[in-house]
C-alpha cells in the first residue's frame, strides 16, 4: 500500500491514568477501532488477531511499534504479539508490497503448470518468491493449497482469487495491478474483505437450550431404538 494511501499516524493521547495503556504508533482512527473490537471480546486478549488485521490494514504490515501498541492495548507482551503474528500467514511482520501475489504451487496446481507458472512470475518481476518488486508494488510469493484447486494453477492477489492463470493472462494482471485498473476489486494489501462487526460475542441462550433439549432427545430415541433392536434379537 502506497503511503498517501494510508491515514497518517496520529499519537494517541498519552494516559492520563494508570488504567489506560500507551499507544504511540496507531492512529487514533485505528485506536478507537480497536477498542470498539475489544470490548466485543470477554478477554482483550481475545481480540489480538482483530487488531493485527487492524494494524495491517493501517501500515500494510505489522511494524514492531504497531506490535507494541497492540500489545499494550489487550495486556500481553510485545513478544506475545510477535510470536502470534508470525503463527499466521494472513499477518506480515516484514514490509509487504501494495499487492501480495500468491501462486499456489500446491498438488492440484502443481500439476496444472504452477511450478512454470512461478519461474515465469519470477522472471517477469525479477524478483524470488518471497521479495517485493523494486517499485515496491508487488510481492511475489508461493503458497500452499488455497482452497480453490478446480481452478488451476490458483492466484491469488490480496487474498482475492483472480482464477487461474497462465503466463500471458499473469502479465496482463500484473499490468493492470501497476495501473490502477482492478484497486476496486483489490484493495491495498492488508483490506479485509469482512464486514465489521458491532455487535458483541452473544448466542441467543434459549435457541441453543432448546437445540440441545432436542440433539438429546434424539440421542435417547437413537438408543431406545437399539436396545428395542438387542431385546428383540435375543
Ligand atoms: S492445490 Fe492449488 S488451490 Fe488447491
Redesign the pocket.
Known amino acids: 500500500m502506497s503511503d498517501t494511501a494510508r491515514p497518517t499516524p496520529v499519537a494517541a493521547p498519552r494516559p492520563t491514568g494508570a488504567a489506560a495503556p500507551a499507544v504511540a504508533h496507531l492512529s487514533a482512527e485505528t485506536v478507537t477501532r480497536a477498542r470498539e473490537l475489544i470490548a466485543l471480546y470477554p478477554e482483550p486478549r481475545s481480540a489480538l488477531i482483530p487488531l493485527c488485521h487492524l494494524a495491517q490494514e493501517q501500515d500494510g504490515w505489522l511494524r514492531p511499534e504497531a506490535m507494541e501498541d497492540i500489545a499494550a492495548l489487550v495486556g500481553v507482551t510485545p513478544a506475545e504479539v510477535y510470536g502470534t503474528a508470525t503463527f499466521y500467514d494472513m499477518l506480515h511482520t516484514e514490509p509487504v508490497g501494495r499487492y501480495l501475489v500468491s501462486v499456489?504451487t500446491?498438488?492440484?496446481?502443481?500439476l496444472n503448470g504452477?511450478q512454470e507458472l512461478l519461474e515465469h512470475a519470477e522472471e517477469s518481476l525479477g524478483v524470488n518468491a518471497g521479495s517485493t518488486t523494486a517499485d515496491g508494488v508487488i510481492t511475489l510469493e508461493e503458497a500452499e493449497?488455497?482452497?480453490?484447486?478446480d481452478r488451476?494453477?490458483?492466484v491469488q492477489v490480496n487474498h482475492r482469487y483472480v482464477g487461474a492463470q497462465t503466463a500471458e493472462s499473469f502479465d496482463a494482471l500484473v499490468a493492470d495491478l501497476r495501473s490502477g485498473a482492478r484497486s476496486d476489486e483489490i484493495p491495498d494489501h492488508g483490506t479485509l474483505i469482512r464486514v465489521r462487526r458491532t455487535t458483541g460475542l452473544e448466542a441467543d441462550r434459549a435457541r441453543v437450550a432448546a437445540e440441545r433439549a432436542a440433539m438429546a432427545e434424539a440421542q435417547q430415541g437413537r438408543a431406545d431404538e437399539a436396545a428395542a433392536a438387542k431385546g428383540g434379537n435375543a
Open positions: 499456489c500446491n498438488i492440484a496446481c502443481l504452477a493449497c488455497l482452497a480453490d484447486c488451476t494453477p490458483c
